[in-house]
């Protein structure tokens, strides 16, 4: 597949995290990114496109779509993120390829995130950039790329995770089918062809399975087409999913969210939960740990809340067990857990097998009570406190992150002290901070005392600075000490090489060797920065 496969380097820096500040407990890929294997100019060589043509298999060969070509960019968690693998996997296999830029695509699709303004704002930037020539609506369109994620984490993710800041407009004519997926589409709707009439398909997360049936209509010759239903039991299974990072594979076992957290769209955006049964989980993992991936990540909106619709029965911890005995797997990840039900049987089944990383992504959002409250998390500080004492307990020290809002209304500055207090407590190796963002249909919309925004970007300001020490001083503690790492980067400076510990960190080390792409190596770590840590190889693990 040539270039269509390259694979940003930022797309295998990602940590079990919701990402670009859109996680998994709200998703997170949360937010994908990186820092410290930029710092040292890395580049990615990827060996890949043999393990994506093995999972394949034979499913690809049905070529209703010969010829076309697809362009596909992701904004949002690790969700979002894999649900862009499996679209592309749909794709694939209906004979579309996959171009890397709209210029050259016949269908461009836009997977979106709508955990916070900023980030839905951004795909109407984007699909600004398609209007035809001939669009004289005079709508508005901000072609800027105004997001910014502010977080303390130690992989120093990057910010904007396909494209640089330079960007060309592309004039969508020429029979181009432009769609919309994910939560914007799923909260805009069909407002969505108001705002841009040059869209003709919009699609929400539960729906995806419609997808290639809904480009057939639109080529058919309808104007517009949507598959906007959440009323579904069904989870997004594909048999071909195209996966962008070559030992780490990404697995979703539970959709949706059923917690009702009072500034959170995902519940509007991607439905009820609905959890994959455990066999058709752990056959995947045998197929994965076949085709060569040695970590698999378990994904969720709130993934330790899975509950095995099969008579199995399997609990969340045991079928972690389960995943963690698969031959040839080394590193089983999950993300994002929310504390409600993350109980002491976790934290036994990360004991009792090694394979299971010792990283819990556990979002706090506010280390006060009342605020707490307010956003109807179902935990008090104190509870939640409980479940990290649960972790500080392990017989292996366990890497704990969380993600945080500001800023949140009627929060007081006792309350926001509250939460430094709680940073300094709980002593997280990484920090997701985002500044509180009124969501449509949330009940904090109308909650009254609203946080100026200066305000929320001072306490902002203050909280990255308190953790950004106190990584400072954790990383520190750790040089001299031996990790193992999965390498998966490698610097266009002679013998540098990165990877991820089990507990996600990341760290830069030199080796001689010549190719150790995708190994595990034992690195001993020389110095250490807030994000990042430096080291030298010792061996093989
Ligand atoms: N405003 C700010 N941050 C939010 N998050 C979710 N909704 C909002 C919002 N309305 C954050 C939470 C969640 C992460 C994925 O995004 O911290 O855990
Ligand atoms: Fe996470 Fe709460 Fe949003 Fe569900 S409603 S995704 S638990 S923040």
Redesign the pocket.
């Known amino acids: 597949m040539g270039k269509s496969f390259d694979i940003g380097l930022e797309r295998l820096t990602g940590t079990g995290v919701p990402r670009i500040g859109e996680t998994q407990?709200?998703?997170v890929k949360p937010p994908l990114h990186n820092a410290g294997r930029q710092e040292a100019g890395a580049t990615l060589v990827a060996s890949f496109e043999e393990k994506n043509r093995t999972l394949k298999g034979a499913g690809c060969g049905t070529h209703d779509s010969e010829g076309s070509t697809f362009y596909l960019e992701t904004f949002g968690c690790q969700m979002n993120d894999h649900d862009s693998e499996k679209v592309a996997g749909l794709l694939l296999a209906r004979g579309y390829r996959q171009v890397d830029g709209p210029e050259a695509a016949k269908v461009i699709l836009y997977n979106t995130c709508s955990i916070r303004e900023k980030a839905a704002q951004k795909v109407f930037s984007r699909l600004g950039e398609l209007r035809p020539a001939d669009e004289q609506d005079g709508k508005s369109f901000n072609t800027e790329d105004t997001e910014r994620e502010h977080r303390v984490h130690r992989d120093g993710r990057v910010l904007e995770k396909n494209h640089p800041s330079q960007r060309k407009i592309v004039n969508a004519g020429g029979g181009k089918i432009i769609g919309v997926l994910g939560c914007v589409a799923q909260q805009e709707g069909e407002g969505i062809f108001e705002r841009a009439p040059w869209v003709s398909l919009v699609c929400g997360s539960a729906s995806y399975r419609k997808l290639p049936q809904l480009i057939a209509e639109l080529e058919a010759g309808n104007r517009r087409v949507t598959g906007l239903d959440t009323d579904t039991d069904e989870t997004f299974e594909t048999e071909i999913t195209r996966r962008d990072n070559p030992w780490r594979a990404y697995l979703t076992i539970i959709e949706g969210?059923d917690?009702?957290?009072s500034?959170?769209?995902?519940?509007f955006t991607r439905g009820p939960e609905r959890s994959r049964a455990s066999a058709s989980i752990l056959e995947e993992v045998r197929r994965l740990a076949e085709a060569g991936y040695s970590e698999v990540q378990l994904l969720g909106?709130?993934v330790n809340s899975y509950a095995d619709p099969s008579a199995r029965k399997m609990r969340f911890s045991e079928l972690l067990a389960a995943v963690a005995e698969v031959r040839g797997i080394r590193r089983v990840r999950f993300t994002?857990s929310?504390p409600r039900d993350f109980g002491k049987d976790i934290v036994e089944a990360i004991e009792a097998h090694p394979t299971l990383c010792d990283h819990v992504h556990l979002?706090v959002?506010s280390g006060s009570t009342a605020v707490l409250r307010a956003m109807a998390?179902t935990y008090s500080r104190e509870e939640y406190l409980e479940k990290i004492g649960l972790m500080k307990a392990a017989r292996r020290p366990i890497s704990i992150t969380t993600d945080m809002i500001v800023g949140f209304p009627g929060e007081t500055e006792k309350d926001f002290e509250a939460t430094l207090a709680l940073l300094d407590e709980v002593q997280y190796d990484s920090v997701f901070a985002f500044k509180y963002s009124p969501r449509p249909n949330t009940p904090s919309l109308k909650m009254a005392d609203a946080i100026p925004e200066e305000e929320k970007g001072r306490r902002l300001a203050i909280l990255m600075d308190r953790q950004r020490e106190i990584q400072r001083v954790r990383n520190e503690r750790t040089v001299g000490e031996t990790f193992e790492v999965l390498v998966d980067g490698k610097s266009r400076r002679e013998n540098q090489w990165s990877g991820h510990t089990s507990s996600n960190r990341v760290l830069n080390f030199t080796s001689p060797e010549q190719e150790l792409l995708g190994d595990y190596v034992q690195v001993k770590v020389v110095s250490a920065m807030p994000n990042s840590l430096v080291g030298e190889m010792v061996g093989r693990a």
């Not at 500034?263 to 519940?267: D, H, I, L, N, S």
Request: glycine residues 10%; positive net charge; charged residues 15%.
């Open positions: 407990d709200g998703g969210c917690k009702a957290c500034y959170c769209v995902v519940p909106q709130t994002t929310h979002p959002q998390r």
